[in-house]
């Protein structure tokens, strides 16, 4: 049973993403055909073009905006399968664009949340040692947390681990009470349905192939001087704009690529598996339980983790996807593969982790040693107390030495098209956290960019 419960009475979180999906999909229908031209077009439908479009629309009410989203739903991929935590901040360097954006997005995501009765839990998590070597790293963690203000952290015995989780085990560990979860899908479907009301225009079905400027752009043409930009999809419509928002997430730096600009960093994707609680063990998990991080691993570590509808995820794993949007196990694409293992970054990476990455790729394949490194914390834990769970696929940003882009990423080119296009380059978790954070600070970045 989960601790702290305010979510809203009128229903569960999995109807209303439902409810909220049709009408996004029954509004996005009429616009599935059209071309136009618009001030500012945001290419990408998940939860961080969703934000930008809506802060960008209440922000100039006079300006025209198109969201252009390959698939035909809104917030499919990353969003879709997203973990659900509201992260506070703790993790992250003081003074990066991390901490600050996911602060104050943790505070910005429960006033919304509240305001647009969209159901949420403030669980909280429990950062767990479970050996001593482990109480120098918690006791840092803590002290960066203090450092980028995450709100009401205290450390913690073992007796009060036990009363907040009574089947965890642990030495010691960083209760943060404010962190939450939420249907993240059904927060960036809200975001969406304020820009359409707002009078945005969305464009399902519509996957960027091809940015360039318009050859009249070049003449003494006023449609071509107000309107450069011409966005082209795979089927053939084009979309005319004077400025563009990407927030590609798995094809960001594609995009880029397309506009002129960098190719790097390079996102290489990552598949994390998540083992699922049979219903009747639930009880073992009230809220978040986490591992103190290792700095020799490059991904945090598995972690138990409730959700809206009453599930505990336990997981992820790590491991290479053979696909950008490769859920499965058996997911391929060459084009991506070939990208991915050409990249000299991620051969760097893997000769740095070479046990790790078997480690993960064992565990993704036989949970019961998943299983295993979760029963340092919770001991009543069994492998028949598992099934398979869900997938997700992480957009990670990777530079040419195989370092993790550990913090956001926003950047634009040079010329008639790069000036014209500010692109989201890196955006891992906590994105979705820091969703309307950062869609302040790009609103911030569009309006000094282009003059808005």
């Given at each position: 049973?989960?601790?702290?419960?305010?979510?809203?009475?009128?229903?569960?979180?999995?109807?209303?993403?439902?409810?909220?999906?049709?009408?996004?999909k029954?509004?996005?229908?009429?616009?599935a055909?059209?071309?136009?031209?618009?001030?500012v077009?945001?290419?990408?439908?998940?939860?961080?073009g969703?934000?930008?479009?809506?802060?960008?629309i209440?922000?100039?009410?006079?300006?025209?905006?198109?969201?252009?989203?390959?698939?035909?739903?809104?917030?499919?991929?990353?969003?879709?399968?997203?973990?659900?935590?509201?992260?506070?901040?703790?993790?992250?360097?003081?003074g990066?664009?991390?901490?600050?954006?996911?602060v104050r997005?943790?505070?910005?995501?429960?006033?919304?949340?509240?305001?647009?009765?969209?159901p949420?839990?403030?669980?909280?998590?429990?950062?767990?040692?479970?050996?001593r070597?482990?109480?120098?790293?918690?006791?840092?963690?803590?002290?960066?947390g203090?450092?980028?203000?995450v709100?009401?952290?205290?450390?913690i015995?073992?007796?009060?681990?036990r009363?907040?989780?009574?089947?965890?085990r642990g030495?010691?560990?960083?209760?943060?009470?404010?962190?939450?979860?939420?249907?993240?899908?059904?927060?960036?479907?809200?975001?969406?349905?304020?820009?359409q009301?707002?009078?945005?225009?969305v464009?399902?079905?519509?996957?960027?192939?091809?940015?360039s400027?318009?050859?009249?752009?070049?003449?003494?043409?006023?449609?071509?001087?107000?309107?450069?930009?011409?966005?082209?999809?795979?089927?053939?419509?084009?979309?005319?704009?004077?400025?563009?928002?990407?927030?590609?997430?798995?094809y960001?730096?594609?995009?880029?690529e397309?506009?002129?600009?960098?190719?790097?960093?390079?996102?290489?994707?990552?598949r994390?598996?998540?083992l699922?609680?049979k219903?009747?063990?639930?009880?073992?998990?009230?809220?978040?339980i986490?591992?103190?991080?290792?700095?020799?691993?490059?991904f945090?570590?598995v972690?138990?983790?409730?959700?809206?509808?009453?599930?505990v995820?336990?997981?992820?794993?790590?491991?290479?996807?053979?696909?950008?949007?490769g859920?499965?196990?058996?997911?391929?694409d060459a084009?991506?593969?070939?990208?991915?293992?050409?990249?000299?970054?991620?051969q760097r990476?893997?000769?740095?982790n070479?046990?790790?990455?078997?480690?993960?790729?064992?565990?993704?394949?036989?949970?019961g040693?998943?299983?295993?490194?979760?029963?340092?914390?919770?001991?009543e834990?069994?492998?028949?107390?598992?099934?398979?769970?869900?997938?997700?696929?992480?957009?990670q940003?990777?530079?040419?030495?195989?370092?993790l882009?550990?913090?956001?990423?926003?950047?634009?080119?040079?010329?008639?098209?790069?000036?014209?296009?500010?692109?989201v380059?890196?955006?891992?978790?906590?994105a979705?956290?820091?969703?309307?954070?950062?869609?302040?600070?790009?609103?911030?970045?569009?309006?000094?960019?282009?003059q808005?």
């Amino acid at each position: 049973m989960l601790c702290g419960i305010m979510m809203r009475t009128f229903g569960s979180g999995s109807v209303c993403a439902r409810l909220l999906s049709q009408r996004a999909k029954s509004a996005t229908c009429r616009a599935a055909h059209h071309s136009g031209s618009f001030d500012v077009a945001i290419i990408g439908g998940g939860i961080v073009g969703l934000a930008s479009a809506r802060e960008l629309i209440l922000r100039h009410p006079n300006l025209s905006f198109a969201l252009l989203e390959k698939e035909k739903e809104l917030a499919l991929h990353q969003t879709g399968h997203n973990s659900g935590v509201i992260h506070t901040g703790i993790y992250y360097t003081p003074g990066s664009l991390k901490a600050q954006l996911c602060v104050r997005g943790a505070t910005l995501a429960y006033e919304y949340c509240q305001k647009k009765g969209v159901p949420y839990n403030r669980c909280g998590k429990l950062i767990v040692a479970v050996d001593r070597e482990e109480i120098p790293r918690l006791k840092a963690l803590y002290e960066r947390g203090q450092k980028n203000n995450v709100r009401d952290l205290r450390l913690i015995d073992a007796k009060a681990i036990r009363e907040k989780e009574p089947y965890c085990r642990g030495i010691m560990a960083l209760d943060s009470p404010y962190t939450g979860i939420v249907d993240w899908r059904e927060v960036a479907l809200a975001y969406g349905k304020d820009f359409q009301e707002a009078g945005g225009t969305v464009m399902t079905d519509y996957e960027a192939s091809d940015m360039s400027v318009a050859a009249e752009s070049q003449a003494d043409s006023t449609n071509g001087q107000k309107y450069p930009i011409i966005i082209r999809s795979s089927q053939g419509k084009e979309v005319r704009c004077a400025f563009v928002l990407a927030c590609g997430g798995l094809y960001s730096d594609r995009l880029s690529e397309m506009s002129g600009c960098s190719s790097e960093p390079r996102i290489v994707p990552f598949r994390g598996d998540y083992l699922v609680l049979k219903p009747e063990k639930n009880y073992l998990v009230r809220g978040n339980i986490y591992p103190v991080p290792n700095p020799r691993f490059p991904f945090l570590g598995v972690h138990f983790t409730p959700r809206m509808d009453g599930s505990v995820w336990l997981g992820p794993n790590a491991v290479l996807a053979f696909k950008r949007e490769g859920y499965k196990l058996f997911d391929f694409d060459a084009q991506d593969f070939v990208n991915a293992l050409s990249f000299s970054g991620l051969q760097r990476l893997v000769m740095k982790n070479v046990v790790y990455g078997v480690g993960e790729i064992y565990r993704g394949v036989f949970p019961g040693a998943q299983v295993k490194i979760l029963q340092k914390f919770i001991p009543e834990l069994s492998p028949s107390d598992v099934i398979r769970g869900p997938s997700g696929v992480r957009a990670q940003a990777l530079d040419a030495e195989g370092n993790l882009v550990d913090d956001f990423v926003f950047d634009g080119g040079k010329g008639e098209l790069g000036s014209r296009v500010l692109h989201v380059r890196n955006a891992p978790s906590p994105a979705a956290s820091s969703s309307l954070a950062i869609a302040e600070m790009i609103a911030d970045e569009l309006e000094k960019r282009f003059q808005l």
